[in-house]
């Protein structure tokens, strides 16, 4: 059974850093391409970034380009959203989710390619 658990969302100021972590149960993270999401309530949900099984490909929206990153660990199984520069634009709640183990360079962007959902972890940027 796939299980993601994200953690390390929080209230921070303008322009801080934040890491969020999502550990990953019962898949590969060598094998298994990983994004992450954020949904605004009430608003449709947004793609933010992407790292494929290999950990060589990543992608991003512009909007987080230059502020986001995604890495993870593969011996800990755990993907990290690294977020630096944080603007009020991005509160939202933050949904790690785990794609088709195809390995490679794939990295979906689309939320109907991803198999499997954390429950997501509020992040609120104030002024």
């Known amino acids: 059974q796939v299980q993601l658990v994200e953690s390390g969302g929080g209230m921070v100021q303008v322009g801080d850093s934040l890491r969020l972590s999502c550990a990953a149960s019962g898949l590969r993270l060598t094998r298994n391409a990983m994004g992450w999401f954020r949904q605004v309530p009430g608003k449709k949900g947004e793609f933010v970034v992407a790292?494929?099984?290999?950990?060589?490909?990543?992608d991003a929206v512009e909007s987080v380009k230059g502020r986001f990153t995604i890495s993870k660990d593969n011996a800990k199984n755990t993907v990290y959203l690294h977020m630096n520069n944080l603007k009020p634009e991005d509160t939202a709640v933050y949904y790690c989710?785990?794609?088709?183990?195809?390995?490679?360079?794939?990295?979906?962007?689309?939320?109907?390619?991803?198999?499997?959902w954390g429950q997501g972890t509020p992040v609120t940027v104030s002024s």
């Open positions: 989710a785990a794609a088709g183990g195809y390995g490679g360079s794939y990295r979906p962007t689309q939320a109907y390619e991803y198999l499997y």
């Open positions: 790292i494929s099984g290999s950990g060589v490909s990543t």
